[in-house]
């Protein structure tokens, strides 16, 4: 087990790095569609505070050497407020570095594709449902996806015994991020109607 994870912390920080590269040239190819100064602000606050609530609550599973956390709520939050774009980077990175700080980097490049995926999910899917509906649905497969990739990541890696272990965590993480992230969301929303327009 500690193996897989000691070999996948030396590719953490080129991952994050890769990943950055990839956000840069995307923006770079569709600058006639993003105000590019302010999506690159938005997305490195956005990518900040998945990073700062992913480090806030840790809580050790031993099983997998992994942790649960809440950097969930903060993914879907960004991708229901700013879409799959900015959801897709502040999701994996965010949380890619969120495990590089908080002591699990082996974690890093496998988080960076889940969470990333996540992050997309979510906001394209609410992009297409709108309402408290969009949301809910959105938040839900984004949980879905996120659960189910951790699962068949860490079976693959550690067995069943060790990712069954982790699934009630992730399935608590999912919910409360779906809750709470769609919670802020909607009363963000709500408040501010215009915050898409930031981008």
Known sequence: MDEALIEL????????????????LYLWLNR???????????????????AVATRAINIP??????????GDTMVMLVAMLFGPVVGAFA?????AIGDVISGYPGWAPITLIIKGIEGLTVGYIYQRLEGTAGL???GTIGGI??????FFFEYYAFGFTSAYSELPG???QAVTGIIVGTGLAK?????YPDVESLL
């Open 91 to 95: 999701g994996g990175v965010g949380s």
């Open 9 to 24: 912390s030396r590719y953490a920080l080129y991952s994050l790095a890769v990943a950055t590269a990839l956000f840069g």
């Open 136 to 138: 809910v649905v959105a």
């Open 61 to 70: 599973v031993p099983a997998t050497n992994g942790y649960i956390n809440i």
């Open 187 to 191: 009363a963000i929303k709500k408040r």
């Open 32 to 50: 006639r569609r993003f105000r590019s100064v302010n999506v690159v602000a938005v997305t490195g606050v956005s990518t900040a505070l998945v």
């Open 145 to 150: 996806l996120m659960v189910s990739g951790y």
């Open 170 to 172: 992730n399935l608590v």
